[in-house]
T-cell receptor, first 116, second 113 residues
Framework: AQTVTQSQPEMSVQEAETVTLSCTYD???????LFWYKQPPSRQMILVIR??????QNATENRFSVNFQKAAKSFSLKISDSQLGDTAMYFC?????????????FGGGTRLMVKP | ETGVTQTPRHLVMGMTNKKSLKCEQH?????MYWYKQSAKKPLELMFV???????ENNSVPSRFSPECPNSSHLFLHLHTLQPEDSALYLC????????????FGQGTRLTVV
């Protein structure tokens, strides 16, 4: 079974600054995918960024980038130039390859507050 | 909007009631999921349906009964629930191939009294 751990229940950052959210996971799988999802107060889970485990290059998506360390089983999210709209719960998620649906295992979440 | 619609948005029910949660997607996906989000626990996968067939039941009590009549609709039938079942129930859909994004609905906030 997989486990995903987010050690920071809450974080805050000043608008326009950079913040890094931590995520570690445990698995015996070699091929898998990692995701960061954002859940604003509207409760809608929105995909922020994804990483394939077989790719060494870290994924980037505009102001969002990851630091993927496969050997250390670490997958942190960096948000640059933080904006007020980035205030939300952020969930790290693990997905193993599965032939009958994509099952996600989530971490406990980090509540991020961007301050003006 | 992500293309996944859940109704109702809020539900309050007594422990002896029977109610159903509905999820609908118009994204052409062939896999649908129910997740439970409790206040003090990570999101938990409950059920997976792939091409209308249930492929995963994550040790969910029988008081939760899923139904998937077609690839676009997913229901969660509830009966004789307990107060600890109060949570946000999220529906998601995706293609059943790897590296595809799961799209989530806005959830149903369920309170059992």
């Amino acid at each position: 079974a997989q486990t995903v751990t987010q050690s920071q229940p809450e974080m805050s950052v000043q608008e326009a600054e950079t913040v890094t959210l931590s995520c570690t996971y445990d698995t015996s799988e070699n091929n898998y995918y990692l995701f960061w999802y954002k859940q604003p107060p509207s409760r809608q889970m929105i995909l922020v960024i994804r990483q394939e485990a077989y790719k060494q290059q870290n994924a980037t998506e505009n102001r969002f980038s990851v630091n993927f360390q496969k050997a250390a089983k670490s997958f942190s999210l960096k948000i640059s130039d933080s904006q007020l709209g980035d205030t939300a719960m952020y969930f790290c998620a693990f997905m193993k390859l599965f032939n009958a649906g994509n099952m996600l295992t989530f971490g406990g979440g980090t509540r991020l507050m961007v301050k003006p | 909007e992500t293309g996944v619609t859940q109704t109702p948005r809020h539900l309050v029910m007594g422990m002896t009631n029977k109610k159903s949660l509905k999820c609908e997607q118009h994204l052409g996906h062939n896999a649908m999921y129910w997740y439970k989000q409790s206040a003090k626990k990570p999101l938990e996968l409950m059920f997976v349906y792939n091409f209308k067939e249930q492929t995963e039941n994550n040790s969910v009590p029988s008081r939760f009964s899923p139904e998937c009549p077609n690839s676009s609709h997913l229901f969660l039938h509830l009966h004789t629930l307990q107060p600890e079942d109060s949570a946000l129930y999220l529906c998601a859909s995706s293609q059943d191939s790897p590296n595809t994004e799961a799209f989530f609905g806005q959830g149903t906030r369920l309170t059992v009294v």
